[in-house]
């Protein structure tokens, strides 16, 4: 397997192919789309104008996991925003005002000293368990922790709070998303020197 950075134009239907499969079951996906329609465009969005870098994961010619991340005071470019509003209203259709209040509490809870910002990882199913998410995650946090920054990230799932914990992650808060949503986990990595 070797992780390698993402094309954000090249490699976003890849991405989006693996976190739609990834994220099948996840509570925050499932508030967003209850359907389950539209996460493939929505996460494609998410890669092609929403965040700054992404990872890949390649086992063979498989892409078997991805992550996408924010460096230190990134701020979507005004352009970027134009050109994402037509995809998430695709994806999401009316529910794009959920995607609106998700960001709003995300955005409210984050450290205000410089830190990466870990939006999605996932890890296709049929390859959970190898490693992968560790592989991912390892490659972005060896920059953290070689520029002395802190990483942070949401679990949507409580049961992911053990791995992450793995790799050094303490979890800070809890965010309880509105309109009937589900509990959040923020969580915080301090560098390693």
Request: aromatic share 8%; with cysteine; proline share 8%.
């Amino acid at each position: 397997m070797i992780i390698r950075p993402a094309d954000k134009k090249k490699d976003a239907t890849r991405v989006g192919d693996v976190l739609s499969r990834a994220f099948h079951d996840d509570p925050v996906v499932r508030w967003l789309l209850p359907s389950g329609r539209g996460m493939h465009r929505m996460f494609v969005t998410l890669t092609r104008h929403v965040h700054a870098l992404g990872d890949l994961a390649i086992d063979g010619d498989r892409v078997v996991g991805a992550a996408l991340w924010d460096p230190p005071g990134f701020r979507q470019p005004p352009l970027d925003a134009l050109r994402s509003a037509p995809g998430f209203l695709a994806a999401m259709g009316r529910r794009v005002s959920y995607g609106q209040l998700l960001q709003t509490q995300f955005h409210r809870r984050r450290p205000e000293r410089p830190h990466w910002y870990l939006a999605e990882i996932g890890t296709d199913p049929a390859a959970q368990g190898r490693g992968v998410g560790g592989a991912l995650l390892g490659a972005r946090l060896g920059h953290c922790d070689g520029e002395g920054l802190a990483a942070y990230l949401e679990s949507s799932k409580e049961t992911n709070i053990p791995f992450y914990e793995k790799h050094g992650f303490r979890v800070t808060g809890e965010i309880r998303l509105p309109k009937d949503g589900p509990m959040v986990w923020t969580m915080l990595r301090e560098p390693v020197s």
